[in-house]
């Protein structure tokens, strides 16, 4: 019973900064856990980032760390993924998702999903 919102996308040239929200609704945002995840164009959806219900762990996958900062505000039910130093390869549908428990890296412990948001680097 959660519903959840992507938007922000666009179109950025490599080396810009972009960022995504996800805003959330139905259920007590502040009890999950949060992912973002990614699906390029003719390859699988996988992991980006993730972060504790309080906000206070978070996790990235190796090809963004440094470069990407997911954040939440549980005032306002949203999370945001702030991407910098954008790369052609970054070009992805980006989704977030809830989490019941802990801070997991693979889609399918994942519960809730949003629609995505579409984000495209040029070259």
């Known amino acids: 019973q959660v519903q959840l919102v992507e938007s922000g996308g666009g179109l950025v040239q490599a080396g810009g900064s972009l960022r995504v929200s996800c805003a959330a609704s139905g259920r007590t945002f502040s009890l999950y856990a949060m992912g973002w995840f990614r699906q390029p164009p003719g390859k699988e959806r996988e992991f980006v980032a993730a972060?504790?219900?309080?906000?206070?762990?978070?996790t990235y996958a190796d090809s963004v760390k440094g470069r990407f900062t997911i954040s939440r505000d549980n005032a306002k039910n949203t999370v945001y993924l702030q991407m910098n130093s954008l790369k052609p390869e970054d070009t992805a549908v980006y989704y977030c998702?809830?989490?019941?428990?802990?801070?997991?890296?693979?889609?399918?412990?994942?519960?809730?999903w949003g629609q995505g948001t579409q984000v495209t680097v040029s070259s």
């Open positions: 998702a809830t989490s019941s428990g802990g801070l997991p890296r693979r889609n399918y412990e994942y519960d809730y």
């Open positions: 972060i504790s219900w309080s906000g206070s762990s978070t």
